[in-house]
């Protein structure tokens, strides 16, 4: 053990309204960012946390994750390196608010991290960097 923490990777999904691109760009963290283009294709070979938003309100447990996030877990060794998952999402949706989370994190089963509203907070990014700090320190 060297004492130095490795941070995990976030890699995130964000649609063309760019919202959890910036908040991901507000993180103390490394990013990488899931292709809008389902015909492009990224492998992850590193422990990462999942940030993803919720689409369609949800209707149950279809419609909730981005049809680029479900490409980019379909690949065997993307899913294996995800360590847990964040969502977002709008609270008009009352009870599939970020449901994106709750479906992923069954899926794989990984923890369900946080959820945060739209662009989120100040509060909200600390929140989430402090979660990224811990799990940097439980792979140490």
Same mark, same amino acid.
């Given at each position: 053990?060297?004492g130095?923490?490795?941070k995990p990777?976030?890699? +995130?999904y964000?649609?063309?309204s760019?919202?959890?691109?910036?908040?991901v760009?507000?993180?103390d963290?490394?990013?990488?960012r899931?292709p809008i283009?389902?015909?492009?294709e990224?492998?992850v070979?590193?422990?990462y946390i999942?940030?993803?938003p919720? +689409?369609?309100?949800?209707?149950?447990?279809?419609?909730?994750v981005? &049809?680029q996030v479900i490409?980019?877990?379909?690949?065997?060794a993307n899913?294996q &390196?995800?360590?847990g998952?964040i %969502?977002s999402g709008?609270?008009?949706?009352?009870?599939?608010?970020a449901? %994106?989370?709750?479906?992923?994190s069954?899926?794989?089963?990984?923890p +369900?991290?946080y959820?945060?509203?739209?662009?989120?907070t100040?509060?909200?990014?600390?929140?989430?960097?402090?979660i990224? %700090?811990d799990a940097?320190?439980?792979?140490?």
């Amino acid at each position: 053990m060297t004492g130095i923490s490795k941070k995990p990777l976030v890699v +995130y999904y964000s649609s063309t309204s760019n919202n959890t691109a910036r908040f991901v760009e507000k993180l103390d963290c490394n990013s990488i960012r899931i292709p809008i283009n389902l015909s492009k294709e990224i492998s992850v070979s590193e422990e990462y946390i999942l940030i993803t938003p919720t +689409y369609s309100g949800g209707h149950g447990t279809t419609g909730a994750v981005p &049809k680029q996030v479900i490409h980019f877990l379909n690949k065997l060794a993307n899913r294996q &390196k995800c360590i847990g998952v964040i %969502a977002s999402g709008n609270t008009n949706f009352g009870n599939s608010f970020a449901l %994106a989370g709750n479906v992923i994190s069954k899926k794989l089963h990984v923890p +369900y991290l946080y959820k945060f509203e739209l662009l989120g907070t100040t509060e909200d990014v600390n929140n989430v960097n402090k979660i990224i %700090a811990d799990a940097g320190e439980d792979n140490d």
